[in-house]
Nanobody
Framework: QVQLAESGGGLVQAGDSLRLSCAAS????????MGWFRRAPGKEREFVAA????????EYVDSVKGRFTISRDNAKNTVYLQMNSLKAEDTAVYYC?????????????????WGQGTQVTVSS
């Protein structure tokens, strides 16, 4: 059974930074796509970033390019989302997800496992 556990959310001011962590367990993650999504109040779940665990290939949604960085620590089976220059519109519940197929994907339906989510609130 795959388990994903997010942490690192919180309440910050616009312009601040946060680092989210997603600890993965339950199987080998060397052939996995890990993604970060978010759901703002009243909106659908939105793709934020994804990383191919083995190749390191990365994709971002345009709205976070240059501000957010996704990375992985193979030894810790952990994926991170460093979020800088946060804006009020980044306020959402952030979810970590895993996809056990080859190729990056942006649609939530392409991911097999999900974490519980962590709240990020940015005050303006």
């Amino acid at each position: 059974q795959v388990q994903l556990a997010e942490s690192g959310g919180g309440l910050v001011q616009a312009g601040d930074s946060l680092r989210l962590s997603c600890a993965a367990s339950g199987r080998t993650f060397s052939s996995t796509i890990m993604g970060w999504f978010r759901r703002a109040p009243g909106k659908e779940r939105e793709f934020v970033a994804a990383i191919d665990w083995s190749s390191g290939r990365i994709e971002y949604v345009d709205s976070v390019k240059g501000r957010f960085t996704i990375s992985r620590d193979n030894a810790k089976n952990t994926v991170y989302l460093q979020m800088n220059s946060l804006k009020a519109e980044d306020t959402a519940v952030y979810y970590c997800a895993a996809r056990f197929r080859y190729a990056l994907a942006r649609s939530p339906v392409e991911y097999d496992y999900w974490g519980q989510g962590t709240q990020v609130t940015v005050s303006s």
